[in-house]
């Protein structure tokens, strides 16, 4: 593996960290009139729409797991799948500002990722490359005609860098990244409801980067350019999806007419990290018992309703079932997303428990794997005392203690990580795979967005709520946590708590 590569990817992590006294160089000023357009188009590319109705809305929560017979390959149903993962959920209006939101989270509410669908005879839907139009749920025909002997319906995904990069400057490439895990945990959730089984491909992305269209240089001539990210086959027997379009049809739209800085970083570390998923390899399912949240909500309600807080109330205490509902979710087995993303674990969360029914305020560590408990527990502080606390769960209690207003602190001295039940850390196995690969920082943060994801439908379904954090003193958290080199690194936050409204902002419905 080339050592410029791993020292690029590295040298980028070091830069883009954020400390107490520094944090990662990001524009100085910020024009909040003139932020990137929220939803690109193709203009001179047909379009499609799709219907807005959700074809599953009576499965309930506690149902989604259950194995159900998948439903036809339509229009119908593509639709109905698209707004479940990435379609629009509200509008939201305050003192004369309108923005809309989108079934997963996304760091700022800026959105990166784009979503393509490749129909080859899989679909009522004419053969060709499209390119999902969330603001309208209608697609777009990119690309059609290809030599590719392949049946099935896939859903391809590219990043728009800048639209992280305008506000976040060079940490954006981290969050363009975890957004790309919550939208693969989105597609694996709303894929279970319809009985689909999507397989996450180990395609090169430069291979679908030529497929997407987002390798055509000309076409984004003094337009933000695309990084294509992954491939998940929805239908079809075949690896094989169509990568040789004859007629392309489209130009991208121009989304910030007048960039003020450039972060050349970003380009770096994205071409650093080309290259292929991980290989599955055979995870044993963890038998958790963990008991189901007793009212049966509609899981398409959890996913359409959940909201990230912007305030938690600083009080409720979490009940034990939801608490251990979440973290079953989060081992393998415990979540539809498992049957996906199908590779050894590598990402482990740390919990700051500030309000757990039965369980002592501490720092708790859930190693997602054997090896990365062994691991983990060499890497930590000594005096960390690894006292197991569950029969079933892998929960260890690492140190009691008072740790709000540490997790507060590690947070970019953001109030929701202490005003919540539990502040989670993801910490990665880090130097070892990116020296193997170094396309796992990118990897390496999709799993850590999947497992926000779960947290957060979790938490919604149990009447809770999750909400990402991006920002966070990353040297500091390893710190705490006794972390001295970097076979170990934080690469995300995530609190959940007892949300606050804000009463002030209206709720408009997305579509209708
Ligand atoms: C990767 C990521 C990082 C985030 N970081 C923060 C953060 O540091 N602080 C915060 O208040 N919210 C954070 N959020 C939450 C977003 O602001 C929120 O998802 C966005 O405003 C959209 O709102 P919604 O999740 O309710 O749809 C983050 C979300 C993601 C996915």
Redesign the pocket.
């Known amino acids: 593996m080339s050592d410029a590569r791993v020292a690029t990817v590295l040298a980028y992590h070091a830069r883009s960290k954020h400390a107490r006294d520094r944090y990662a160089a990001g524009p100085g000023t910020l024009d909040w009139d003139a932020q990137p357009k929220a939803f690109r188009d193709w203009s001179g590319a047909t379009q499609l729409a799709l219907p807005r109705g959700i074809t599953v809305a009576e499965i309930t929560w506690s149902g989604l797991a259950a194995p159900r017979e998948p439903l036809p390959f339509n229009t119908q149903n593509i639709g109905s799948l698209l707004r479940l993962c990435v379609g629009l959920?509200a509008w939201k209006e305050y003192a004369g500002s309108r923005w809309s939101?989108?079934a997963?989270?996304?760091?700022?509410?800026l959105h990166p990722t784009e979503t393509w669908l490749i129909s080859a005879g899989g679909a009522d839907i004419e053969d060709g490359l499209y390119h999902y139009q969330n603001l309208d749920h209608a697609l777009e025909r990119r690309a059609w005609q290809s030599d590719t002997r392949s049946t099935g319906v896939w859903l391809g995904f590219s990043s728009i860098h800048w639209r992280e990069a305008w506000k976040y400057g060079e940490r954006a490439f981290r969050?363009c990244q975890?957004?790309m895990g919550?939208v693969l945990a989105a597609v694996s959730y709303a894929a279970a409801l319809h009985g689909w089984q999507p397989r996450l491909l180990a395609t090169d992305s430069a291979l679908l980067a030529h497929s997407l269209g987002t390798d055509r240089a000309d076409d984004f001539v003094g337009v933000e350019s695309e990084e294509a990210e992954v491939i998940v086959a929805l239908h079809g027997t075949e690896n094989a999806f169509p990568m040789d379009w004859k007629n392309w049809a489209g130009k991208p739209s121009l989304l910030d007419a007048k960039p003020l800085y450039q972060w050349p970083v970003i380009e770096e570390v994205a071409a650093a990290t080309r290259g292929t998923p991980p290989a599955t390899s055979p995870v044993s399912a963890h038998p958790i018992a963990a008991e189901v949240c007793s009212d049966d909500i509609h899981a398409a309600q959890v996913i359409l309703k959940?909201?990230?807080a912007?305030a938690f109330d600083g009080q409720s205490v979490m009940p034990q079932a939801v608490f251990k509902r979440i973290l079953a979710g989060l081992l393998p087995g415990g979540s539809p997303v498992w049957n996906m993303w199908t590779c050894a674990p590598r990402v482990h969360p740390v919990l700051l428990v500030h309000r757990v029914e039965g369980v002592v305020p501490g720092v708790y560590a859930l190693p997602r794997s054997e090896s990365a408990h062994t691991l983990l527990q060499t890497a930590f502080r000594e005096t960390f005392a690894w006292e197991r606390m569950d029969a079933e769960l892998p929960l260890y209690q690492l140190i009691a203690a008072r740790a709000g207003k540490t997790a507060r602190t590690l947070?970019?001295h953001?109030d929701?990580a202490m005003q919540g039940a539990i502040t989670f850390m993801m910490v990665a196995e880090f130097a070892a795979p990116i020296a193997a690969a170094p396309a796992a920082y990118r990897h390496l943060h999709w799993e850590a967005?999947m497992l926000?994801h779960i947290i957060t439908l979790e938490a919604e379904a149990a009447g809770w709520r999750g909400?990402?954090?991006?920002?966070f003193f990353d040297d500091a958290v390893h710190e705490v946590l006794g972390i001295k080199n970097d076979m170990f690194q934080v690469i995300?936050?995530y609190a959940v708590g007892m949300a606050l409204d804000d009463p002030r902002i209206s709720t408009l419905p997305a579509y209708e």
């Open positions: 959920t939101l989108r997963h989270p996304s760091s700022g509410n969050y975890l957004d919550h959940r909201r990230s912007q947070s970019c953001q929701i967005g926000g909400t990402g954090i991006g920002c995300y936050h």
